[in-house]
């Protein structure tokens, strides 16, 4: 079982609004930053959000994020069909020195 | 642009020792980034291994701990993965990953196309 926790899937329909959530501890979400990695079939993760809620430079600005306390959410509007993908979120946790992932939430575009 | 390779044997039996490399092209492992590895278990979420600094400081996963470890080889700029004593548990697939900067709390922003590293008898 994971340190950080997601709910194992998520569905919306195209142009809906959709929010992913994480909820962690206050030794790794609370304390530190959170980050969103998206992973498309048979694809490696790439970083969707970091420091909480910051874009990198090419990732559209429908997908948001939020952090407070010991919980996170990832929000994704106008969804697509090919934001069909596993959304993990992640921190470094300071009792564990060391990176906790969530296990990871399938989101299904119906 | 900068890319990262995973290479290294796809099949172990168990108890043996697995050795993966990370080939970094398109900039100096020297660069104020830490480097790391990340596994992912067929149908399952990530788990982080352990990443280094190219000053050879480097930090692991408590579980797995004992047997890891890391090297980075500037000369050929790249960084290796050694886990020891293999078990069926550790099938995965292996990415390297570059840290978005000089803290090893920095989060992951590249990364390699993985490699599936299977243990069976």
């Known amino acids: 079982q994971s340190v950080v926790s997601q709910p194992p899937s998520a569905s919306g329909t195209p142009g809906q609004r959709v929010t992913i959530s994480c909820s962690g501890t206050s030794s790794n979400i609370d304390n530190n930053y959170v980050s969103w990695y998206q992973q498309l079939p048979g694809t490696a993760p790439k970083l969707l959000i970091h420091?909480?809620?910051q874009r990198p430079s090419g990732v559209p600005d429908r997908f948001s994020a939020s952090k407070s306390g010991t919980s996170a959410s990832l929000a994704i509007s106008g969804l697509r069909a090919d934001d069909e993908a596993d959304y993990f979120c992640a921190a470094w946790d300071d009792s564990l020195s060391g990176w906790v992932f969530g296990g990871g939430t399938k989101l299904t575009v119906l | 642009q900068v890319q990262l390779q995973e290479s290294g044997p796809g099949l172990l039996k168990p108890s043996e020792t697995l050795s993966l490399t990370c080939a970094v092209s398109g900039s100096s492992i020297r660069s104020y980034h830490y480097w790391g590895w990340i596994r992912q278990p067929p149908g399952k979420g990530l788990e982080w291994i352990e990443s280094i600094y190219h000053s050879g400081s480097s930090s692991y996963n408590p579980s797995l701990k004992s047997r890891v470890a890391i090297s980075i080889d500037m000369s050929k700029n790249q960084f290796s993965l050694k886990l020891s004593s293999v078990t069926v548990a550790d099938t995965a697939v292996y990415y390297c990953?570059?840290?978005?900067?000089?803290?090893?709390?920095?989060?992951?922003?590249?990364w390699g196309q993985g490699t599936m590293v299977t243990v069976s008898s």
């Open positions: 990953a570059r840290h978005t900067g000089a803290l090893v709390s920095d989060p992951f922003d590249l």
């Open positions: 420091r909480n809620d």
